[in-house]
């Protein structure tokens, strides 16, 4: 997968608008870049285990955001084989989850 912020697994599109983050701002937000999702958001994912690639919208994603990059990650279920995924999530990946409405749990 090629995100367009540089970290391997995902990536945010836009809903019925079309384009991804880069053309409608970071996280998916309009034009006047008001904070709020245009459109339903969805999130181009793959999986470690099966190599599928898939889209998923907000609520199949969570995102936990702990005191270090090392208790900072985000998961998913794989649509295609079930399997738990979890991986790393930088700071641009933390704010476009957040942008886009994923449930975020913060660890202490």
């Known amino acids: 997968m090629s995100p367009t ?3 391997p697994g995902l990536t945010a599109g836009g ?4 384009g991804g983050a880069a053309g409608r701002g970071a996280a998916g937000r309009g034009a006047a870049g008001a904070g709020r999702p245009a459109g ?6 793959g999986c470690p285990d099966c190599r599928g690639r898939f889209e998923l919208a907000a609520g199949a994603l969570r995102l936990v955001i702990g005191g270090s990059r090392r208790t900072t990650f985000y998961s998913f279920t794989c649509p295609a084989c079930g399997v738990a995924v979890r991986k790393p999530a930088g700071e641009r990946i933390v704010e476009l989850l957040t942008g886009g409405g994923v449930s975020t749990l913060r660890s202490i």
Not at 15 to 18: A, L
Not at 40 to 45: G, N
Request: proline share 8%.
């Open 5 to 7: 912020d540089g970290t």
């Open 40 to 45: 339903p958001v969805t999130f181009k994912a």
């Open 15 to 18: 809903g019925t608008t079309g």
